[in-house]
């Protein structure tokens, strides 16, 4: 069998560090080839190197066994390799089919754009590859799974036959998965090659043939993924035994921290998305909130935070009704929030990693005086932050943040909110894009900060990490509490079906017995 | 790619504009000499031309006085773009810093060092309220600040003439401007015994650039106000007042330009003007803060080299050169910044070697 693309030797270095030390990559011809790696390990840079994005220090590149330089982008797509970024680069005011032309615009007559021919061809291969895409639908109206398949679709309308994935299931929920999982099998079948980088062990046994481990921009090894198993490969990427299970303790929940009454919120489009929602969380445990994506577990969120206007019903803290108050009075009564989205809520990607630190808390005593920030101890808070939550960078405190890999964007908005946190912990999708190492220790901190006596609000769309990490769980359906549980009285089913609204089950109240 | 980056482009980008003047200049057959012999003419008033005259103080000074209103105003243009703003209504903010000032300095009185220091307040507020409006609009009406700032530019063109003619008593022998302000409000010249106009206005320019620096980098506030520019959504996340942090930036944005009418009127002019046209010192802070990379020490020197070029320009005829080549040169300069991002994509691929921030 011939190697569709050969990567030797690749070098890549950054300013204060090397993100690709001499890693050499050969991917057979119509296999799916995995990039195994902690967070920043190098997986994105060598992607983007592949694909033109970045120019490599050293090393050299071949396509079909032919050395090639991959100057640009258009380079790449020359030669057949396509990628699907984390970040989709998508219009959203356009339809489908007029973002996938986008840059080869097909002519009609007279010079005209020629849509419905391209909405023909669109379709055609959307159901070569059961992809059920909608040429004539909006962007902005579909959802993101829709849109990574928009994405996928991008390559194949221009012939690629080399398709990069990086993390392309981190956004995804769990339904999306499986379906993304059957489509890459479909484009095996179909003669393709595909890279795939993700951290979630079990797709990398579920699909690929082989995978590559990278370490700290080093190469470990090239496996046969049908001769080993998760545990063997996590241990290979962190370089050392990995917990899978959870250890967790009896919580001791007290008082009632954060208390909904009746809540009432709409989402963007004036519809009510949260309807009747009540809720208590206590200080001392983790409540989990289940629920498949788009349920209002966003529009919840938003509520609580102060970031959404609240239509009717209260919100209390400690017993103060903070309904209406303002997003950062509510920080100051000691609520933290972990966002949804990193890049829109969480980071100042243009700041430097350090000023990201002190988003909330840059007025705080601690970090001025008299209007002015004190960098001194700016500095050395981002310095503890950094080696205590293990965010990896080129140049630490002062990278800029766009420059760090996603999983330690995603560590540093974790490590300040949990350090910030006071009294209550709003967690959404914690461990998205991170590292199986790195979830392990996130999960640990979240189980000690429940034991320090904070209210912890879970909001994931994996029901593993629900059920590992939560005391009691809820489940929104349709924006109505539909199941409130006990952890230790349920199982998946029972939530599974809470969550499609087949069941209806309120039995977790705080003056039950667990 | 910050910092370094931006110095390197500013000086790729002032060389390739100089080239461009000498090469305009040699292809209409004059002597591309001629144009460095007036650059350093109008620096230190040495003419290459004639070794053995000494150094004339008047064309440095003459030099620095040109730089003054370009550096305030180009101080207003990187406020803005530092917290993610676009002010081009340099201009009208700069015509009324200059009439509110005039108000002052004819109907206020008060002492010498008191007079100009409130004619400067004036001028300030002015400005100020003048970069306010589009700062509301922008913030709860989300009108883009540059539509707004340019309609703004003209009425304040109409405004200050309309309020010149109306409320300040008029020159007889002009017509068309005020009489001459009180001896106590006028700013006065530091000219070293020359005929120079410089003045104490430079004093003014200092401080505020001390004060664009201190509260851009060092501050909370400055903080709050680049979050706010850099990512709306995350501020608002960190609980920031963005809506009060657009309008406090276009606030204090206008204000720039309107101490540097203030400074103008009230060390140049002397008396109340109605303006035939745009001065161009707002759109000139454009260029100088661009090419000054928005940030203090940079808009020093591109305002340094900004107000060199002015002047050569009025110098250059003196040596049988256009003095369009100067405004040329200008442009060029401006050019190249502006399309940094071909440098910085040439560099990427020139130089494989290096990793750069993308
Ligand atoms: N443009 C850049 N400038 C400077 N440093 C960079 C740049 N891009 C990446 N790096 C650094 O190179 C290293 C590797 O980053 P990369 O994005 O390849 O990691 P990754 O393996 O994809 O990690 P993750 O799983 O978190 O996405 C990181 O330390 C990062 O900070
Ligand atoms: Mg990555």
């Given at each position: 069998?011939?190697?569709?693309?050969?990567?030797?030797?690749?070098?890549?270095?950054?300013?204060?560090?090397?993100?690709?030390?001499?890693?050499?990559?050969?991917?057979?011809?119509?296999?799916?080839?995995?990039?195994?790696?902690?967070?920043?390990?190098?997986?994105?840079?060598?992607?983007?190197?592949?694909?033109?994005?970045y120019q490599?220090?050293?090393?050299?590149?071949?396509?079909?066994g032919?050395?090639?330089?991959?100057?640009?982008?258009?380079?790449?797509?020359?030669?057949?390799?396509?990628?699907?970024?984390?970040?989709?680069?998508?219009?959203?005011?356009?339809?489908?089919?007029?973002?996938?032309?986008?840059?080869?615009?097909?002519?009609?007559?007279?010079?005209?754009?020629?849509?419905?021919?391209?909405?023909?061809?669109?379709?055609?291969?959307?159901?070569?590859?059961?992809?059920?895409?909608d040429?004539?639908?909006?962007?902005?109206?579909?959802?993101?799974?829709?849109?990574?398949?928009?994405?996928?679709?991008?390559?194949?309308?221009?012939n690629?036959?080399?398709?990069?994935?990086?993390?392309?299931?981190?956004?995804?929920?769990?339904?999306?998965?499986?379906?993304?999982?059957?489509?890459?099998?479909?484009?095996i079948?179909e003669?393709?090659?595909?890279?795939?980088?993700?951290?979630?062990?079990?797709?990398?046994?579920?699909?690929?043939?082989?995978?590559t481990?990278i370490?700290?921009?080093?190469?470990?090894a090239?496996?046969?993924?049908?001769k080993?198993?998760?545990?063997?490969?996590?241990?290979?990427?962190?370089?050392?035994?990995?917990?899978?299970?959870?250890?967790?303790?009896?919580?001791?929940?007290?008082?009632?921290?954060?208390?909904?009454?009746?809540?009432f919120?709409?989402?963007?489009?004036?519809?009510?998305?949260?309807?009747?929602?009540?809720?208590?969380?206590?200080a001392?445990?983790?409540?989990?909130?289940?629920?498949?994506?788009?349920?209002?577990?966003?529009?919840?969120?938003?509520?609580?935070?102060?970031?959404?206007?609240?239509?009717?019903?209260?919100?209390?803290?400690?017993?103060?009704?903070?309904?209406?108050y303002?997003?950062?009075?509510?920080?100051?009564?000691?609520?933290?929030?972990?966002?949804?989205?990193?890049?829109?809520?969480?980071?100042?990607?243009?700041?430097e990693?350090?000023?990201?630190?002190?988003l909330?808390?840059?007025?705080?005593?601690?970090?001025?005086?008299?209007?002015?920030?004190?960098?001194?101890?700016?500095?050395?808070?981002?310095?503890?932050?950094?080696?205590?939550?293990?965010?990896?960078?080129?140049?630490?405190?002062?990278?800029?943040?766009?420059s760090?890999?996603?999983?330690?964007?995603?560590?540093?908005?974790?490590?300040?909110?949990?350090?910030?946190?006071?009294?209550?912990?709003?967690?959404?999708?914690?461990?998205?894009?991170?590292?199986?190492?790195?979830i392990?220790?996130?999960?640990?901190?979240?189980?000690?900060?429940?034991?320090?006596?904070?209210?912890?609000?879970?909001?994931?769309?994996?029901?593993?990490?629900?059920?590992?990490?939560?005391?009691?769980?809820?489940?929104?359906?349709?924006?109505?509490?539909?199941?409130?549980?006990?952890?230790?009285?349920?199982?998946?089913?029972?939530?599974?079906?809470?969550?499609?609204?087949?069941?209806?089950?309120?039995g977790?109240?705080i003056?039950?017995?667990? | 790619?910050?910092?370094v980056?931006?110095?390197?482009?500013?000086?790729?980008?002032?060389?390739?504009?100089?080239?461009?003047?000498?090469?305009?200049?040699?292809?209409?057959?004059?002597?591309?000499?001629?144009?460095?012999?007036?650059l350093?003419?109008?620096?230190?008033?040495?003419?290459?031309?004639?070794?053995?005259?000494?150094?004339?103080?008047?064309?440095?000074?003459?030099?620095?006085?040109?730089?003054?209103p370009?550096?305030?105003?180009?101080?207003?243009?990187?406020?803005?773009?530092?917290?993610?703003?676009f002010?081009?209504?340099?201009?009208?903010?700069?015509?009324?810093?200059?009439?509110?000032?005039?108000?002052?300095?004819?109907?206020v009185?008060?002492?010498?060092?008191?007079?100009p220091?409130?004619?400067?307040?004036?001028?300030?507020?002015?400005?100020?309220?003048?970069?306010?409006?589009?700062?509301?609009l922008?913030a709860?009406?989300?009108?883009?600040?540059?539509?707004?700032?340019?309609?703004?530019?003209?009425?304040a063109?109409?405004?200050t003439?309309?309020?010149?003619?109306?409320?300040?008593?008029?020159?007889p022998?002009?017509?068309?401007?005020?009489?001459?302000?009180?001896?106590s409000?006028?700013?006065?010249?530091?000219?070293?015994?020359?005929?120079?106009?410089?003045?104490?206005?430079?004093?003014?320019?200092?401080?505020?650039?001390?004060?664009?620096?201190?509260?851009i980098?060092?501050?909370?506030?400055?903080?709050?106000?680049?979050?706010?520019g850099?990512?709306f959504?995350?501020?608002?996340?960190?609980?920031m007042?963005?809506k009060?942090?657009?309008?406090?930036s276009?606030?204090?944005?206008?204000?720039f330009?309107?101490?540097?009418?203030?400074?103008?009127?009230?060390?140049?002019?002397?008396?109340?003007?109605?303006?035939?046209?745009?001065?161009?010192?707002?759109?000139?802070?454009?260029?100088?803060?661009?090419?000054?990379?928005?940030?203090?020490?940079g808009?020093?020197?591109?305002?340094?080299?900004?107000?060199?070029?002015?002047?050569?320009?009025?110098?250059?005829?003196?040596?049988?050169?256009p003095?369009?080549?100067?405004?040329?040169?200008?442009?060029?300069?401006?050019?190249?910044?502006?399309?940094?991002?071909?440098?910085?994509y040439?560099?990427?691929?020139?130089?494989?070697?290096?990793?750069?921030?993308?």
């Amino acid at each position: 069998m011939s190697y569709a693309i050969e990567m030797l030797n690749i070098t890549k270095v950054f300013p204060g560090i090397k993100a690709n030390d001499n890693i050499t990559l050969r991917v057979k011809e119509n296999s799916i080839h995995a990039l195994l790696g902690e967070n920043g390990a190098g997986k994105s840079t060598l992607m983007s190197i592949l694909f033109g994005l970045y120019q490599p220090t050293s090393g050299v590149i071949k396509v079909n066994g032919k050395e090639v330089s991959i100057t640009d982008p258009n380079v790449a797509n020359d030669l057949g390799i396509g990628m699907v970024h984390q970040h989709f680069k998508l219009i959203e005011s356009f339809t489908v089919t007029e973002n996938i032309i986008l840059g080869l615009e097909p002519k009609g007559k007279f010079g005209t754009l020629d849509i419905k021919s391209a909405a023909k061809k669109v379709k055609e291969i959307s159901e070569l590859y059961g992809l059920e895409v909608d040429p004539y639908a909006k962007i902005d109206s579909i959802s993101v799974g829709m849109q990574q398949r928009v994405e996928i679709l991008k390559m194949l309308y221009r012939n690629n036959n080399i398709l990069i994935f990086d993390e392309p299931t981190a956004v995804l929920t769990p339904q999306e998965i499986q379906d993304l999982m059957k489509i890459m099998k479909n484009l095996i079948k179909e003669g393709k090659t595909i890279l795939l980088i993700t951290h979630k062990l079990k797709e990398i046994k579920e699909v690929a043939d082989e995978c590559t481990v990278i370490r700290k921009g080093v190469g470990i090894a090239t496996i046969d993924v049908s001769k080993t198993n998760e545990k063997e490969m996590a241990e290979m990427m962190v370089g050392r035994a990995v917990n899978f299970n959870i250890d967790k303790n009896e919580c001791d929940p007290k008082d009632v921290v954060l208390s909904i009454k009746n809540l009432f919120v709409k989402n963007f489009k004036g519809l009510n998305a949260v309807k009747d929602f009540s809720l208590d969380v206590r200080a001392g445990e983790i409540v989990g909130l289940a629920g498949i994506d788009g349920n209002g577990q966003s529009e919840l969120v938003y509520a609580l935070t102060g970031m959404t206007k609240i239509e009717s019903g209260n919100v209390y803290l400690k017993g103060e009704d903070i309904t209406k108050y303002s997003i950062i009075d509510r920080f100051k009564k000691g609520m933290s929030h972990i966002p949804e989205d990193r890049h829109k809520h969480g980071l100042v990607l243009d700041f430097e990693l350090r000023e990201n630190f002190v988003l909330h808390s840059y007025n705080n005593k601690e970090f001025s005086s008299t209007g002015f920030i004190k960098y001194d101890k700016v500095n050395s808070y981002a310095e503890k932050l950094i080696s205590e939550f293990d965010v990896r960078s080129g140049k630490g405190k002062d990278s800029l943040t766009r420059s760090m890999s996603g999983g330690n964007q995603q560590k540093a908005i974790i490590a300040r909110e949990i350090s910030e946190a006071k009294e209550l912990l709003i967690i959404v999708q914690p461990t998205r894009g991170l590292d199986v190492g790195a979830i392990e220790y996130i999960h640990s901190r979240i189980l000690k900060e429940r034991d320090n006596g904070k209210a912890i609000l879970l909001v994931s769309l994996e029901l593993d990490e629900i059920m590992g990490l939560s005391d009691r769980i809820a489940v929104i359906h349709n924006g109505e509490i539909s199941g409130l549980v006990y952890r230790k009285n349920t199982d998946e089913n029972e939530i599974g079906l809470m969550m499609s609204g087949s069941l209806h089950k309120v039995g977790g109240e705080i003056n039950e017995k667990g | 790619m910050k910092k370094v980056n931006a110095l390197k482009i500013s000086l790729i980008a002032v060389v390739f504009g100089l080239l461009t003047g000498f090469l305009i200049i040699a292809v209409t057959n004059r002597n591309p000499y001629n144009l460095v012999v007036a650059l350093v003419r109008s620096m230190a008033g040495f003419n290459l031309l004639k070794p053995d005259k000494p150094i004339n103080v008047l064309y440095i000074l003459n030099w620095f006085l040109e730089t003054m209103p370009i550096i305030l105003t180009g101080l207003s243009v990187a406020f803005a773009f530092r917290t993610g703003l676009f002010n081009i209504g340099g201009e009208g903010q700069y015509m009324l810093g200059c009439t509110a000032a005039a108000y002052v300095a004819l109907f206020v009185k008060a002492p010498f060092p008191l007079h100009p220091i409130l004619c400067i307040l004036a001028g300030l507020i002015a400005g100020g309220i003048w970069g306010f409006i589009p700062g509301i609009l922008k913030a709860f009406k989300n009108i883009h600040e540059v539509v707004v700032c340019i309609m703004l530019n003209y009425i304040a063109w109409y405004l200050t003439s309309w309020f010149v003619r109306a409320y300040l008593p008029i020159n007889p022998n002009t017509g068309s401007s005020s009489i001459n302000f009180p001896e106590s409000a006028i700013i006065p010249t530091l000219n070293f015994g020359t005929s120079s106009q410089f003045n104490y206005g430079i004093i003014v320019v200092v401080i505020a650039l001390v004060i664009f620096h201190v509260v851009i980098e060092k501050t909370t506030f400055g903080y709050s106000l680049r979050a706010t520019g850099l990512n709306f959504e995350a501020a608002r996340y960190a609980g920031m007042k963005t809506k009060f942090n657009i309008c406090s930036s276009m606030f204090i944005s206008g204000a720039f330009s309107g101490i540097a009418g203030a400074v103008t009127i009230l060390g140049v002019y002397h008396y109340g003007r109605t303006f035939q046209g745009f001065d161009g010192y707002g759109f000139d802070g454009i260029s100088v803060a661009l090419v000054g990379a928005s940030n203090g020490i940079g808009i020093l020197f591109s305002g340094l080299l900004f107000g060199l070029l002015k002047t050569t320009s009025n110098n250059l005829q003196l040596f049988n050169i256009p003095k369009e080549v100067g405004e040329l040169i200008q442009g060029a300069i401006i050019f190249v910044v502006a399309a940094q991002y071909i440098i910085i994509y040439l560099e990427e691929k020139l130089s494989k070697k290096k990793g750069e921030f993308k």
